[in-house]
């Protein structure tokens, strides 16, 4: 069974702050996905990382895949309130393309 | 175009009503999943469709009942359900055969069980 801590799981920040999530695994993914969810509406996708080692920058969200695709971080620049929602990361792979194995979720909170 | 959209945004049933959750994707994908989502928990994958066929059925309790009618259309049957079953439904598609299967979730269903 493939498993993915993330962390932190509560964040609350001031506008303005930078902030780091992290997703690990002892497993390997074949590919890793971020999604933002904010209260009552359905996860939105970000990102998907591929390639180990990938970094990929969305505005001020900057997404890195670990060279042996076990780990993924996202971090956020200056936040800004409209950040705020729960982030989740999602791995795929390990014998099923339909199933992702999701992180507990990160919920950032970004005060004005 | 990456939009899912399902309705109803909110329902309320009782728990011997039978209701149906519908979802339409126009994205061209051929799977198609939903999920049940507790507050602030990850999504729970409950069932899979792949070219209109149930693929994976996570063990879900019989009261839930999927349907789908085509390829891109995705129902949910609801019959004899319990309060614990209130929750947030999601539904998601992906492309068939086009790694990595990225899925696109739609903003989902409030469910209450009274």
């Known amino acids: 069974t493939q498993l993915l801590e993330q962390s932190p799981q509560f964040l609350s920040i001031q506008e303005g702050e930078n902030l780091t999530v992290y997703c690990n695994s002892s497993?390997?993914?074949?590919?890793l996905q971020w999604y933002r969810q904010e209260p009552g509406e359905g996860p939105v996708l970000l990102v998907t990382?591929?390639?180990?080692?990938e970094v990929k920058k969305l505005k001020r969200l900057t997404f890195q895949f670990g060279d042996a695709r076990k780990d993924s971080s996202l971090h956020i620049t200056a936040a800004q309130p409209g950040d705020t929602g729960l982030y989740l990361c999602?791995?795929?792979?390990?014998?099923?393309?339909?199933?992702?194995?999701f992180g507990k979720g990160t919920l950032l909170t970004v005060n004005p | 175009d990456t939009e899912v959209t399902q309705t109803p945004k909110h329902l309320v049933m009782g728990m011997t009503n039978k209701k149906s959750l519908k979802c339409e994707q126009h994205?061209?994908?051929?799977?198609m999943y939903w999920y049940k989502q507790k507050a602030k928990k990850p999504p729970e994958l409950m069932f899979v469709?792949?070219?209109?066929?149930?693929?994976i059925n996570e063990s879900v309790p019989s009261r839930f009942s999927p349907e789908c009618p085509n390829s891109s259309l995705l129902n949910l049957h609801l019959h004899a359900l319990q309060p614990e079953d209130s929750a947030l439904y999601l539904c998601?598609?992906?492309?068939?055969?086009?790694?990595?299967?990225?899925?696109?979730f739609g903003p989902g269903t409030r469910l209450t069980v009274t």
């Open positions: 990382v591929v390639t180990g080692g």
């Open positions: 998601a598609s992906s492309q068939e055969g086009m790694v990595p299967y990225e899925q696109y």
């Open positions: 994205m061209g994908h051929r799977a």
């Open positions: 999602a791995g795929a792979g390990g014998g099923s393309n339909y199933k992702l194995t």
């Open positions: 497993s390997v993914f074949s590919s």
């Open positions: 469709y792949s070219y209109e066929k149930l693929s």
